[in-house]
């Protein structure tokens, strides 16, 4: 029903052109989305996919995210829009948990347990970017930044976080195809590259805005239905290897 109600909006509107009707079609499947599955985030969404004991720990372990200067999107839920007019902020170096559209800084998160064989748990936080550019170009070029060398449409990154048997607490933050340093402690705040949007771990916040943990929107990825109907330039994390190996080097 969903699909065929798409189809026959995107029908009504081909006189435009085929890429303004995908657009229009394409956004109308993720509006009817949340429509079908009620709010796009519930209250106790954690909790009804995880269970009370491991949604705590979701919110325990999810970052506090820093943002480089002169980058101008935040992570937002790809359900609600995947424009790069609802994801751009201020550059302040301020305290920031909505975009300029009024939108919320959504992580969406993944957990894969293995602790019932004595391994550990495994806590993903994927961040959707509606546009990757090269470093800040997209803020200081606006349109003219899609003609940019390393310019593409829709940007997955994340970071996962590993809680062994032992008590150690370790976190790798994908970058650039891989994971940088690969496994090493967690330190509580994720650094987000202007433009691709690459992860590392860091200490401290510098004179950056910031997305403080508690101000993080976190949607539980297992329930969500039909995420075939979404259509990605860049692989989507529930098609990424790592999502069902969270060992896997792949990111």
Known sequence: MLLLVALLFAGL?????????????????????????????????????????????????SPNVVYERRSAELPIDFRRCRKLECSNGPDRAAEINRTSAGLPVTAFTRVVDHRSADGSLY????????????????????????????????D???????????????????????????WSDWTGWYRVSGGSHA????????????????????????????????????????RKAVYTDPESASS
């Open 13 to 61: 509107a081909y006189g435009i052109t085929r890429a303004d009707t995908w657009r229009f079609g394409e956004n109308l499947i993720h509006s009817i989305t949340c429509a079908v599955g009620g709010e796009c985030t519930e209250p106790d969404g954690l909790e009804r996919a995880y269970g009370e004991q491991t949604a705590s720990l979701v919110r325990r372990y």
């Open 123 to 154: 806590i993903q936080y994927w961040f959707y970017y509606p546009e990757s550019f090269t470093g800040a170009i997209g803020r200081l070029l606006g349109p003219f930044a899609h003609d940019w060398p390393g310019y593409h449409k829709d």
């Open 156 to 182: 997955w990154e994340g970071l996962q976080v590993r809680l062994a048997p032992g008590g150690r607490v370790l976190a790798r933050a994908t970058a650039h195809g891989g994971y940088g340093a690969g």
């Open 199 to 238: 992860g590392q771990l860091v200490r401290r916040p510098g004179d950056e805005r910031t997305t403080r943990s508690p101000g993080l929107e976190l949607v539980p990825l297992e329930p969500l239905r039909d995420t075939d109907l979404q259509r990605f330039v860049v692989t989507p994390p529930w």
